[in-house]
């Protein structure tokens, strides 16, 4: 089981594969979250662009950042 501790910073997962298949055809990333035994609150998806997958899955993550930077910075003073 996950820590409880660590599992409450993340707030969604974003995945990159590029040929997904088999047991990957069904979300890999959202797969990779429930098999951590992290909760099912977490929301993950997972990106196809074939060799940019783990470019565009950054992007994505990274602009979600950007996009919540300042309820993220008043949480963090808040949280201190």
Known sequence: ?????AVVYIDDVVAGCVVQASEQALNIGRSAVLAAGWPESIPATTVDRQCGSSQQAAHFAAHAVI???PRTSSWRAASR
Request: charge should be neutral; avoid cysteine; glycine fraction near 0%.
């Open 1 to 5: 089981m996950a820590d409880v501790k």
């Open 67 to 69: 996009a919540a930077a």
